[in-house]
């Protein structure tokens, strides 16, 4: 069982920067895979960084040069550092965990994202 809880969330501007925090309760280090989701209101769920395990990284193009993952291994953390934010990055951000290379099937609460225009 891993519990995930994020924080880092808030109100930005248009073009500034938030960094997201995802505190594991467990050792992170053989985990296969940890991710960063977002969910906008009407919208589904969609992933928007992953980083495996030997620390291969994953962005769709939305989001490809503006954020970037990162895992803190003797931290048990995962950050999302998002750089020139969009009013369309707004949503609610999860974290995942992918244990063992089955899917996501751990989830935080979530932490919620506003970009303002």
């Known amino acids: 069982q891993v519990q995930l809880v994020e924080s880092g969330g808030g109100l930005v501007q248009g073009g500034g920067s938030l960094r997201l925090s995802c505190a594991a309760s467990?050792?992170?280090?053989?985990?296969?895979?940890m991710g960063w989701y977002r969910q906008a209101p009407g919208k589904q769920r969609e992933l928007v960084a992953a980083i495996t395990s030997n620390g291969s990284t994953n962005y769709p193009d939305s989001v490809k040069g503006r954020f970037t993952i990162s895992r803190d291994n003797a931290k048990n953390t995962v950050y999302l550092q998002m750089n020139s934010l969009k009013p369309e990055d707004t949503a609610v951000y999860y974290c995942a965990a992918d244990p063992v290379g089955l899917g996501f099937e751990y989830w935080g609460q979530g932490t919620q994202v506003t970009v303002s225009s």
């Open positions: 467990g050792s992170i280090f053989s985990i296969n895979a």
